[in-house]
């Protein structure tokens, strides 16, 4: 049996609205409808008791609909939650894939950036992530935060080419953190980014046994955050490893 969720009502909504109207630029962000004054707020993790505004999205009613039938899916709506975050971000994510060449693992067709390990070559794996400098002045990576979610076992993407080829500038090889815990990497080789300039770089993902990526036992949700000048960080969509979709521990509630 399913718990029904307790709503709580949005504090100063009117606010709150006018913010997320502006947040979308008055149109709603799967389709062309821009009658505003129609529009409704969705709680993006389905908790109609958390109103924080990173949960919140505006939309309008049809588009509502399509996403409680799941003709839209809620990776959509996370996805689409962080690019209007990230629309006015100094930095601009393209895209991530991952270095077939030099680990075993190959991306999971019809799934947004979810890759799978397939190959004994190296259980490890590297990712190539491509950004775009949209700051008027020069940048410097300067720190990794990873955040890593284990998906449970037993339960069962395509990025934007860019238009000229980019070669990775360097790899940086990060550990494994424990699931749950935020770590952050200081770079020792910080990479320095011209103004307007798109730039691509590599991500080793390691641990003391390559067994933790073995598809039989390891399936996880990867959330970097990169750190720039040790001021701010630019996030990603959420990377999917040894899974097609991000999945919550299934819970189960008895009768009393």
Known sequence: MSKKKRRIPIPQKNKIK???QKEIGSICPFCPNEDVGVFQIHHIDEDPSNNEFINLLL????????ITKEYISKQDVIDKKLNLRNRESK??????SIDEENCGWTPIREAKNAFKAEKLKSLFPIFNFSLINNSNKTLLLTSVRIKTKRLPIGLSGPHNPLPNILRPSIT????MPLEGKIEETILKDELEVPTTRAFKFKIELYDESMETFNPQFGKFALFFEFGFNNEFYSEIPMILLNSSEYYEEL???GLA
């Not at 939309?59 to 399509?66: F, R």
């Open 18 to 20: 006018a913010e997320l």
């Open 59 to 66: 939309l309008c009613p049809t588009c509502h609909s399509k």
């Open 91 to 96: 930095v601009q994510f393209i895209s991530v």
């Open 172 to 175: 940086y090889k990060i550990k």
């Open 251 to 253: 819970k189960h509630y």
